[in-house]
C-alpha cells in the first residue's frame, strides 16, 4: 500500500506540500522531542539514557510502518538512527541538566 499524495501541475504545488508537509514534520518532531524530554526526568539512571534494545524496537515498528505505506526501509532506517542519536544526545544533556 502507499499513502494518497496531491496531483501537482507545477513545482510550486509540489514546494507548496513539501513546505505544509514540513510543517507538520516539525510540529511532530517537537512532540516527540518532548517525551524524550519526559524520559530524561523519569530514568532513574544516566546508564538508561542509551536503551540499545530499545532503539531496535523503535527501527523494527518503522520498518513496520513503511510496509503499511509504502516507504523505502532502508532510508527509514538510515534516517532514523540518525535522528534518535540526535535524540539520544538531547536525553544526556536534559538528563544531567536535571540532577545538577
Ligand atoms: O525509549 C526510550 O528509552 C527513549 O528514551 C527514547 C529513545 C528514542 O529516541 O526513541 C531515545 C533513547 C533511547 O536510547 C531509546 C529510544
Given amino acids: 500500500m502507499s499513502i494518497k499524495a496531491n496531483h501537482c501541475e507545477n513545482m510550486t504545488e509540489v514546494r507548496a506540500n513539501v513546505d505544509r ?3 507538520l514534520l516539525v510540529t ?4 516527540r522531542l518532548n517525551y524524550i524530554e519526559q524520559a530524561a526526568r523519569i530514568k532513574p539512571s544516566r546508564d538508561a539514557v542509551r536503551d540499545e534494545d ?3 524496537d523503535v527501527i523494527a ?3 513496520a510502518q ?3 505505506d509504502g516507504f ?3 532510508m527509514a532506517e538510515r ?3 540518525a535522528m534518535m542519536e540526535d535524540f539520544i544526545a538531547h536525553e544526556f544533556v536534559k538528563w544531567d541538566g536535571l540532577r545538577k
Avoid at 28 to 31: D, H
Fill in 21 to 23: 508537509i514540513d510543517r
Fill in 28 to 31: 511532530l518532531m517537537a512532540e
Fill in 54 to 56: 530499545r532503539i531496535e
Fill in 61 to 63: 515498528k518503522v520498518k
Fill in 66 to 68: 513503511c510496509d503499511i
Fill in 72 to 74: 523505502d526501509k532502508d
Fill in 79 to 81: 534516517m532514523w538512527r
